[in-house]
Nanobody, 123 residues
Framework: VQLQASGGGTVQPGGSLRLSCTAS????????MGWFRQAPGKEREFVGN????????YYADSVKGRFTISRDNARNMLYLQMNSLKPEDTAVYFC?????????????????WGQGTQVTVSS
């Protein structure tokens, strides 16, 4: 299984970025896909996920209303649209695949992880 996140970069506060995650080696349509992030000196935290069953989504309160997750099962792609970015969104962002429900946000429920892409929000 390979997951590869891309699309990170440096953006000013209030700006937008779209992250992508390419998946291979698994039946993508049968996995709940999640985004997590880790800032320097902090633990990895849940950002949001999208279910394999009905593409329902669930978000951390800190990003709700600003971030949108989507998936394209035909292309084995996962996306994270990030709007109204804040300096506190600065982190390495990881995509992950698991079989849990969207309400189980524990990173331990995701056995497969990508390598991460850096997002920096700074003026």
């Amino acid at each position: 299984v390979q997951l590869q996140a891309s699309g990170g970069g440096t953006v000013q506060p209030g700006g937008s970025l779209r992250l992508s995650c390419t998946a291979s080696g698994l039946t993508f349509s049968r996995y709940t896909m999640g985004w997590f992030r880790q800032a320097p000196g902090k633990e990895r935290e849940f950002v949001g996920n999208v279910a394999w069953t009905d593409s329902s989504t669930y978000y951390a309160d800190s990003v709700k209303g600003r971030f949108t997750i989507s998936r394209d099962n035909a292309r084995n792609m996962l996306y994270l649209q990030m709007n109204s970015l804040k300096p506190e969104d600065t982190a390495v962002y990881f995509c992950a695949a698991g079989r849990s429900t969207v309400y189980d946000t524990r990173s331990a429920q995701y056995p497969y992880w990508g390598q991460g892409t850096q997002v920096t929000v700074s003026s």
